[in-house]
Each structure stands twice: as C-alpha cells, then as structure tokens.
C-alpha cells in the first residue's frame, strides 16, 4: 500500500480475475487491468468512525505504473475534481479499469437487487466495464453517466452499436434531466467514495444521496459498493432526509460473502463487528420505501 500524502491508493489481491467478455474493439487496450484497485481517500471518516486497522497481506508484485508516480496526485483532493478524472482518462486513452471488483464477483448479489428488467442508472462509470457484462446477462437498459467527459466520448464509441447501454455526461449531485422515480435501479461503484474525497464532503454527499433517492423508483433500490465498513459509511447513507432502508454485505476473498446485514434490526454491536474479513468490500442496498 502507498501513502501518497493523505491520500492512500492501494492495490488489493487479483482475486476477480477473470477474462472480459469480447467487446467492440475500438481501443487501443482491451484487457482489464491486473487487479482491481482500491480507492478513493480513506481518509474521511465519519465522526467516531475510528478505522479498525484492516489486515494486510503481501502487496503483489506489479510493474510500475503512472499510479506509482505521487506527481501525478496534486492534491489530496484529487479524486474528487472531474479534471483530475479527465486528464487520467485522456492519458490512459480508454483502457478498461475496474475498481474494486468486476461482476463475476458481484453478480450474484447485484442480481438480486437490480432488476434486469428494469431502467437502470449507473452513476460514475469511469472506464468500468461492468454495464457491459450486465449487458451481457440479460439486463437491458442501463444509462451510464459520468461528469467527466472522455470517458464517456470513450465509452460511446465504444459501445455505440451495443443496444441497452448509453451513455452520458451527468454529475450525480444534480441529474434534473432525469425525472423523479424514474429508474428502477442504481448502481454506483466508488463514485460516492470519490466525492468523499473533496473538502465539501458532506454537502457533495449528501446532494449526490438525495438525487440518486429522487431518481429512484419506490421499492427500487441504490446498491453502493465500497471499501468502507458499516461506521465509515453509514452515516451518509443513514441520512434522515433519505427515505430508504438499508442492508448490506462484505464480500471476501474467493467468493467469500458475509450479509445480508438489515442494519434497522441489527443487534448492538453485530454492525461494528464488520470488516470480518482481509481484502474485502462493501455493498450496501438502500431500497426506498
Ligand atoms: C473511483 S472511480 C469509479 C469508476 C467506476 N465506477 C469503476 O468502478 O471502475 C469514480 C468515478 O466517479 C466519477 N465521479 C466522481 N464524482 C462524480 C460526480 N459528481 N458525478 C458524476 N461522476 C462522478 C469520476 O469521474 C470517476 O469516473
């Protein structure tokens, strides 16, 4: 793990590796990265929040890459600003990135919660290529947005003959192009985690949280996956104005699966218990009443 000033980027077990599916071929690098990465700035916490220090294993070996080099993170704020987000997508000239985890590792708890059938929204895309591997399984319509604009000119042109998924320029705190309920899904993998990482996380939060309620169809819920545990990211996603109930699960190693853990009913002391697992991450499903 690296410590690049306040900001932490490290590089997790290539546990989810797994061939992509064939896609449209109009970049220069097709294959998806060696690893899933962990993220965005672990250093917001919510109050009280104390972090458990999480086991750690070996780091694997891995090439030097433009991540190793601490110039390119100009301020700990880095991942929270679109130029910073545009100028990596401009220089990695649309090379697939999947944070965290890809969908062979997810799908079986993302199916249940998002319904194939169902209008999807998939806030913060980057370069992920997961809308692809749903696409791939049956879903069939999933509008992926992002306020940064390369890569969605990367990925419209990629996927410009793929029926099902679009792909647009949004920024997930204020989406009025879209109506009240109108999708029956959202997923959001690292996006609330990078707009954390701004000086004005809470109210970057909070009106990202509120949008995505708003959007969301009653019944329907917001799957967010993260590397943060119960105490750093309920707080935001507890918050009083949001209509939703939440549950979530840590997912491990080799198809490790703890949850789900409804956080209403839980006994005192069963959601600080979480992580329980090394290398693990967070899905939380908020499901709006
Ligand atoms: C950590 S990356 C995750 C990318 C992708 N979801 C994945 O899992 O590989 C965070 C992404 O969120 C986007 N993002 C951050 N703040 C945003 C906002 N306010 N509105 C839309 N996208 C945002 C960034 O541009 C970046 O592409």
């Given at each position: 793990m690296q410590q690049l000033g306040r900001l932490t980027h490290m590089r997790v077990a290539p546990h989810t590796r797994v061939a992509p599916a064939p896609e449209p071929a109009l970049l220069s690098r097709s294959a998806l990265p060696a690893a899933t990465r962990s993220p965005?700035?672990?250093?917001?916490?919510?109050?009280?929040?104390a972090a458990r220090p999480r086991p750690r294993g070996p780091a694997p070996a891995a090439a030097p890459s433009d991540y190793d080099n601490p110039a390119l993170y100009t301020s700990e704020d880095a991942f929270s600003l679109s130029s910073y987000w545009d100028a990596r997508y401009r220089r990695e000239g649309g090379a697939p990135f999947e944070w965290y985890r890809d969908w062979g590792s997810l799908e079986s708890i993302l199916s249940r919660h998002l319904d194939k059938s169902e209008r999807l929204l998939h806030v913060g895309v980057g370069t992920s290529r997961i809308q692809y591997q749903m696409h791939l399984d049956g879903y069939r319509d999933i509008v992926n947005v992002d306020y940064a604009p390369v890569c969605i000119q990367q990925l419209s042109a990629l996927h410009?003959?793929?029926?099902g998924l679009s792909y647009e320029v949004a920024d997930c705190r204020s989406m009025p192009q879209y109506g009240d309920a109108s999708f029956g899904g959202l997923l959001d993998k690292g996006t609330l985690d990078a707009l954390l990482c701004g000086e004005s996380e809470e109210a970057d939060s909070l009106a990202m949280l509120l949008e995505c309620q708003r959007v969301l169809a009653p019944g329907s819920s917001y799957v967010c996956i993260t590397w943060q545990p119960p105490r750093a990211r309920l707080p935001y996603l507890q918050h009083p104005g949001l209509g939703w109930g939440v549950e979530f699960y840590e997912v491990g190693q080799q198809g490790a699966r703890e949850g789900p853990v409804a956080v209403a009913g839980a006994a005192e002391g069963v959601v600080e218990a979480?992580?329980?697992?090394?290398?693990s991450h967070f899905v939380y499903v908020c499901t709006k009443r």
């Open positions: 965005p700035c672990p250093r917001r916490r919510a109050a009280g929040s410009a003959g793929v029926p979480f992580p329980r697992m090394s290398y």
